[in-house]
């Protein structure tokens, strides 16, 4: 029997992984990117060291910004791709894994042993080349329709030297892995947002803001502090009224505060400051004597860092418009996503790729069945 011809949008961590997914259960694959290669926020990933997962991999670790919790969702996909399986998914590719450990975090930062990013990179297109996937690099989508037959007919006009080209194919599954608006110099920019208005899944789609970033504060107490970085706590009232906590190094610049514990709540101020002109940033240094802190004091926050500087976004598409069994969106037929494009976002210490790894492969497994 002929394979099913596949479509994946976006050539970044979980296209990627969806890709290679696909083609090994059977499908001819092609890979659709506006930008000239591949991976480009990967590259990036753990300052070029690429943090792909975590020994304390669970749904703990992950959250959402619309009213639906992440919890339930991840339970099913963690199961279908655990700690184990990712780390048995890149030795097979011949990434052997290394684990670190930080302070403040009892969990293990998992990195390639040898290498970092470009070699993680570098495999995953090596396997893709092997299973014969095809990339369309440069090109930039125009128009999905539905043809009567329930196949996806998508035209998109591909940059070919000096002219530009239209290109049309006809598609049994497409599979969405267009990434958030972090970074969007990487060519993850929310262009696909006009065509989620046509495939139906603009009503699912909370929107973006950016998370694991620093904090923007007007407070004068920090010029005083500027420079610093200092060990303490700092906590924030998430939208639903629970105080979140997180212990580390904060570091104080002139305007913004920032560092691995303020960086793991600015989703909580994201969501905040979508309904409020400022949130609470409650900061505690402690000092020699256990009774008389060093720093006890409440910065307003009245902004995060831009969609530039943050390493992922709270907010997508909601998950109850997805069937995390499958990856495939409920309300029209032949649509999977994947990715940083569901409202999903991890704590630092990567739990972001392996949620696009995880969900890459549940949709190009089961958009090739
Ligand atoms: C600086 C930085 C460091 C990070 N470090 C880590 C880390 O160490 N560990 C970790 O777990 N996470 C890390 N992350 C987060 C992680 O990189 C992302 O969560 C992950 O890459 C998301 O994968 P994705 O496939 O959903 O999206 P992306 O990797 O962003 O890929 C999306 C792809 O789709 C393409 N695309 C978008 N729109 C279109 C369109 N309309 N047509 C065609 N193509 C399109 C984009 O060009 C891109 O190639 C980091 C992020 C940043 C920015």
């Known amino acids: 029997m002929q394979g099913k011809k596949i479509i994946v949008i976006g050539a970044g961590a979980s296209g990627l992984m969806a890709a290679i997914a696909a083609a090994e259960h059977g499908a001819e694959v092609l890979v659709l990117e506006h930008m000239s290669s591949a991976g480009r926020k990967l590259l990036l990933t753990g300052n070029g060291r690429c943090n792909y997962t975590n020994t304390d ?3 703990q670790h992950y959250h959402s910004l619309g009213e639906v919790p992440a919890d339930s969702f991840m339970q099913v996909v963690l199961h279908a791709f655990t700690y184990d399986d990712c780390i048995l998914f890149f030795r097979q590719l011949g990434i052997e894994p290394e684990i670190r450990h930080y302070r403040f975090d009892d969990t293990g930062y998992v990195y390639p042993s040898a290498g970092g990013s470009s070699e993680v990179l570098k495999a995953l297109t090596a396997r893709a080349e092997e299973l014969g996937i095809q990339f369309s ?9 539905l043809s009567e037959n329930g196949t996806r ?43 989620l208005k046509e495939l139906g899944l603009e009503k ?34 998430s939208d639903d009224g629970t105080i979140r906590r997180e212990a580390g190094e904060i570091q104080f610049n002139a305007h913004s505060i920032s560092g691995i514990p ?9 969501a905040a400051l979508r309904g409020s002109d400022t949130a609470d940033l409650k900061i505690m240094i402690p000092g020699a004597d256990p009774e008389k802190p060093a720093l006890d004091h409440v910065f307003p926050i009245h ?61 190009g497994r089961n958009a090739a069945l």
């Open 204 to 237: 699912s789609f909370t929107g973006f803001y950016p998370a694991l970033c620093a904090l923007y504060s007007k407070d004068p107490l920090l010029s005083e502090l500027h420079g610093k970085r200092l060990d303490g706590c700092v906590s924030v009232a």
């Open 137 to 145: 690099f440069e090109s930039v989508l125009r128009s999905i329709v």
């Open 262 to 270: 303020v960086m793991q709540l600015s989703r909580y101020v994201s």
């Open 57 to 59: 991999i669970g749904p």
């Open 303 to 363: 902004r995060t860092a831009g969609f530039e500087r943050a390493q992922c976004c709270t907010g997508g598409i909601r998950t109850d418009a997805v069937d995390p069994h499958t990856m495939r969106f409920l309300f029209s037929p032949g649509i999977y996503l994947c990715g940083e494009l569901l409202d999903i976002d991890g704590d630092c210490g990567g739990y972001n790729l392996h949620f696009a790894w995880a969900t890459g492969w549940i949709a």
């Open 153 to 195: 007919t998508v035209g998109w006009h591909r940059r070919n030297g000096g002219h530009t080209e239209y290109c049309e194919g006809c598609y049994d599954a497409m599979i969405l892995a267009t990434g958030s608006n972090a970074y969007p110099q990487t060519g993850s920019d929310s262009s696909i947002y006009p065509f």
